[in-house]
């Protein structure tokens, strides 16, 4: 199933008093702090109430979750809250059936790429206190809904497998006393934020040519492939191997810099500059071969 | 059922750095994981990783270093096995393409780190453990090693023989999660656990979810001896809300510590006059903590790190993720106001007792990195060494595993001449399974099954029967009830703060946890991707391991490293230069210990005072 052809009615949770959650609000015992310091902000309006979030339930085994509906639950807010920590409260104390992929809770592990209100963000790395409630959560689009918030991810491992995601030099030598390579720099520098990718599907999930195209490589295995074809530890040949994976129908001349992956990449990876850094290498390198 | 030479249970940096050693020796390789290889918490390590490359650094000092920190708790041959291999298995990574930081000469940069006598830190940005964990998966990807993600292991495939050291491990047993599929996995040759931390079984924690110390509780209960468990780090700066991490650079770079009534209180109430905050991890937790529990705190629970004063254009210069961090996470920003802090659990030192090869006193059982404890770590961890223990004992156990010989260990395993068993401390309550776990009950699970021939055919048939009771079950209490109070306990009385009196309370809550969990059940009928029967299970794992950090802490009546005691706030060598094993001896925890191995190669590592 894919969330691409439901966008299902809207459908208020049954009217269980559990569900409400309008629970007493958080930390009584709150003291205040002494006056520390003059500066600090005044907690923000939302402090002591609730945050009201409507979550995608879908479950193709259970009775009643065959229908795709959203959930309404009613979270105490705290300071600092994100939309994980929300979902988390949610399952914990009202429906522990609720079910989403998450880990690290720092935005490193990238399981937690979910569409709020309207847009691909990372559940843990997103501050209730900065969206419009309710806040819709929804799983990612254009990927199959397994269960609730979380989508068959196969696909996304596949396109990344693809490109051929592994150091390629001369064969490492064996000797105890290994040397590194040498690397500028600058070329560090160069490959640093292509590197930083977590692997979530966010950009996958924003891009209409993937939508459309099933055999798009994607922005983030084509940042994968960028990450290897721009260190100068990689010999030159192993650049052409790569771009020529690049150059193919479903490769980097699919994109037609909409830049919806870059705005949702929650690493600020440049991932449509990177593409077209890559668009511009092929060229030139099919300049010198012709 | 499915078979291979070698199975890895976890693919963090130890898991994946296991199986390539096993696929370079020649045996063909699965890794089983809960989550996809690169969701490990692996990815989470920012530091760095020691490895003595440079000119003028040596791995003798590394070893050395790696010994005073450990408060002369590690064993040698583990600690020289891991200073001499780091060098070589950090260059390794560097051939497969991880991009460290570069000097102006193109080589691997170099930083300082606590506790280390030469900047030998190798980095990569602020990500290092990210790269790590993302170049040795892709060595996997190149190898086409066979990756089974999101299964979750739940038990080990061991036949019955009255003693642990003469069982067999034959394989193990997991479930699919996305189907719910129970399938066994028969090992030919070996399974190595690399499931990591234990962090979970606290309240506050710098680990993930997923730390939850199954791989511990699995040789646990298979009759493997958990080591030295009672030594866990707490990290001084983490974020109340979600336990992330607000590294030491903070700090480092002039970062001030204020109580709620604004005073600079590591000063201020003499916790260190000379080091202020920069005095070690666990002497900064502890402040903390006693000024939050005399009234100090701010909102009772913590204290203010400020680091305005350094300026915007410093503070974006050094310290810029910092600021994205308390922003993302905390929603504070550290430009106008003071970032809330508080200790956090952060690693455990102790865990699945192995040799410097990675066996365990089980035949064809091996465990690495954070669950294992060869031991490097002793009573604590320099920042920087949890790293090349991943990629140093991962490898040896890969190659353990697969049947290369890496010759006779000098560490022994498992319950034997060598020890002395604990017969003074008296316990509050019955600890371990005794009289709950039947095998009809919901929370039977683990232990040992049969004879060699048909022993993983068993495991599968009483793991199937164990889910289909949590399935079946109605009502009664849910695990997020339990592990909440369980995680409360150890949070409350097996924290920074240890006295006798408060780690009785947890003993006694933790059997209590136990007794709930007799009447625990699933909420969510569904057999696809059901958390809430993965966090059932995971629960049951954590009150086994949170009991022999209890237990370990409770015997252990001095302070070594980061396990500190009110009655006894000294380092007792004359008692204690010796480990703290705990074995699940038919349900009943039984302690013994086996003295700490301070002869090296060629020199004896003499204790010294830890003091820096
Ligand atoms: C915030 C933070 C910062 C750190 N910084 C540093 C640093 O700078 N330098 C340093 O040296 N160390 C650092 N450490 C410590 C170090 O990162 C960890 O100790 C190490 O990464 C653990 O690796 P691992 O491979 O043992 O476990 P993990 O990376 O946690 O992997 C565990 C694996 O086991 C799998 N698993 C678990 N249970 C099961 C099961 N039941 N069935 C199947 N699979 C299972 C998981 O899916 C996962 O793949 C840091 C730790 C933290 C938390
Ligand atoms: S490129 Fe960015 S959005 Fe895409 S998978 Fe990587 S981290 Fe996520
Ligand atoms: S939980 Fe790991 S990225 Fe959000």
Known sequence: MSTQQQQPETQEAPEDPEMKGAESPVDEKEKEGGDIDQQTTPEPELEGETVHIKVFRYDPEVEGKQEPRFDDFHVPFKKGMTVLDAVMYARDTYDSSLTFRHSCRQAVCGSDAFFVNGKQRLGCKTQIADLEQPIRIEPLPHQEVVKDLVVDMDHFYDQMHTVEPYFQNEDTPDASDLEEQRQSRENREKVKMSTRCIWCGACMSSCNIAAGDNEYLGPAAINKAYKFAMDDREPEDVKEHRLRILEQEHGVWRCQTQFSCTEVCPKDIPLTEHIQELKREAVKKNLKFW | MYEHDVIVVGAGGAGLRAAVAADEAGADVALVSKLHPVRSHTGAAEGGINAALQEGDDWELHAYDTMKGSDYLGDAPAVETLAQDAPEDTMRLEHWGMPFSREEDGTVSQRPFGGLSYPRTTYAGAETGHHLLHTMYEQVVKRGIEVYDEWYVMDLA?????????????????????????????????????????????????????????????????????????????????????????????????????????????????????????????????????????????????????????????????????????????????????????????????????????????????????????????????????????????????????????????????????????????????????????????????????????????????????????????????????????????????????????????????????????????????????????????????????????LGALVRNEFRGAHWRQENQVRDDENWLKHTLISWDDGEPKIFYRPVILEGEDKTYEPKERSY
Do not use: W
């Open chain 2, 158 to 550: 061991v036949t019955d023989e009255d003693d642990p050291n003469d069982r067999e491990c034959h394989g193990v047993v997991a479930y699919d999660v996305q189907s719910g599929k129970i399938e066994g996995f028969k090992a030919n040759r070996g399974v190595v656990l690399a499931a990591g931390g234990p962090g979970q079984a606290f309240d506050h924690t710098t680990n993930a979810v997923s730390c939850t110390g199954d791989g511990h509780a699995m040789a646990y209960r298979a009759g493997v001896p958990l080591e030295d468990m009672e030594f866990i780090q707490f990290h001084p700066t983490s974020l109340p809300s979600t336990g992330v991490l607000i590294s030491e650079g903070v700090r480092g770079e002039g970062g001030i510590l204020y109580n709620n009534e604004g005073e600079r209180f590591m000063f201020e109430y003499g916790y260190a006059n000379n080091s202020g905050e920069l005095a070690s991890r666990d002497v900064v937790a502890r402040a903390e903590l006693t000024e939050v529990n005399e009234g100090r705190g701010v909102k009772d629970e913590y204290v203010h790190l400020d680091m305005r004063h350094l300026g915007e254009e410093r503070i974006m210069d050094r310290l810029e993720n910092i600021l994205h961090l308390a922003e993302d996470f905390e929603g504070v920003d550290g430009l106008i106001e003071p970032m809330p802090v508080k200790p956090g659990q952060h690693y455990a030192m102790g865990g699945i007792e192995t040799d410097e090869n990675g066996q365990t006193c089980i035949d064809g059982l091996y465990a690495a990195g954070e669950c294992a404890c060869v031991s490097v770590h002793g009573g604590n961890r320099l920042g920087g060494n949890a790293l090349p223990e991943l990629i140093v004992f991962g490898k040896r156990a890969g190659y353990q595993a697969a049947g290369k010989d890496l010759g006779e260990p000098e560490i022994q395993t498992g319950y034997g001449d060598d020890v002395e068993d604990e017969t003074e401390t008296e316990l509050p309550v019955q600890p371990g399974a005794a009289g709950l776990d039947t095998s009809d009950s919901v929370a039977a699970d683990g232990g040992v099954t049969a004879d060699a021939e048909g022993v993983l055919e068993q495991t599968v048939e009483r793991t199937r029967q164990r889910v289909d009771r949590l399935m079946d079950k109605d009502d009664g209490v849910q695990h997020s009830e339990i592990r909440q109070k369980l995680q409360n306990a150890m949070t409350d009385y097996v924290n920074v703060f240890r006295t006798e009196d408060g780690i009785k309370k947890a003993l006694r809550i933790i059997r209590e946890c136990r007794e709930e969990y007799q009447d625990v059940y699933v909420d969510d009928p569904s057999r696809t991707f059901n958390t809430d029967l993965q966090q059932t299970i995971e629960t049951r794992n954590l009150i086994d391991v949170a009991e022999t950090i209890a």
